[in-house]
């Protein structure tokens, strides 16, 4: 069983360019979370789904933020119109839930983004 | 106000010290409790949950004060391997964690 895993590990983009992150959860987590790391601080939240269903948002999730879980497996966030202070590790996790219990979550080994 | 709040350190300690920190947390409706563990530029990972009754997991005891919103841990017997960043992190409904900035740890020879 392979954990969460993450594509790009690592991306350099210029100001002004879109970058999309994917993330694969592990098998059968229905829940799917991604946080944003920046240097010196903890994980912030930035949005959840369980199953296909985006199910909140921080309001650190600008406009230019989208998430998506199609079909409620992989999920891709995407950054339109980077700016430096997008730069970050996106990190990605999952979890499995039944019945609106809390369970374990498995974080992902990170997307470091480097806005130039 | 930050959910979490953590004394950043660095606490530099000899091998074999014991190394003790806490963090307190605003939201007096927390469910449930846990410290994290990250490695440069790494992701976090589960160190050990945090209960009511104070939990022990080798060289790491926790100990949560619902009364005052407050975590601590504490490393007995500190290995080089212990050094890393501790991520105290609260869940305050289901599916939400709240993460300290992280208390630094170096164990020095």
């Known amino acids: 069983d392979t954990g969460v895993s993450q594509d790009p590990r690592h991306k350099i983009t210029k100001r002004g360019q879109n970058v999309t992150f994917r993330c694969d959860p592990i098998?059968?987590?229905?829940?799917l979370y991604w946080y944003r790391q920046t240097l010196g601080q903890g994980p912030e939240f930035l949005t959840y789904?369980?199953?296909?269903?985006?199910?909140?948002k921080s309001r650190l999730l600008s406009d230019r933020f989208s998430a998506e879980r199609p079909k409620g497996s992989f999920s891709t966030l995407e950054i339109q119109r980077t700016e430096q202070g997008d730069s970050a590790m996106y990190l990605c996790?999952?979890?499995?839930?039944?019945?609106?219990?809390?369970?374990?979550?498995?974080f992902g080994e990170g997307s470091w983004l480097t806005v130039v | 106000r930050k959910e979490v709040e953590q004394d950043p350190g660095p606490f530099n300690v000899p091998e074999g010290a014991t190394v003790a920190f806490n963090c307190t947390y605003s939201?007096?409706?927390?469910?449930?409790f846990f410290w994290y563990r990250q490695d440069c530029r790494k992701e976090p990972k589960l160190l050990m949950s945090?209960?009511?009754s104070g939990n022990e997991d080798g060289r790491f005891t926790a100990q949560l004060n619902r009364a005052s919103q407050y975590i601590s841990l504490l490393i007995r017997d500190s290995k080089l391997s212990d050094s890393a960043t501790y991520l105290c992190?609260?869940?305050?409904?289901?599916?939400?964690?709240?993460f300290g900035a992280g208390t630094t740890v170096t164990v020095r020879a």
């Open positions: 996790a999952s979890s499995y839930n039944r019945d609106y219990s809390g369970n374990t979550i498995y």
């Open positions: 098998s059968e987590h229905n829940r």
């Open positions: 789904f369980q199953n296909e269903a985006q199910l909140e």
């Open positions: 939201n007096s409706a927390s469910q449930s």
């Open positions: 945090v209960y009511s």
């Open positions: 992190v609260v869940r305050s409904n289901d599916y939400k964690l709240s």
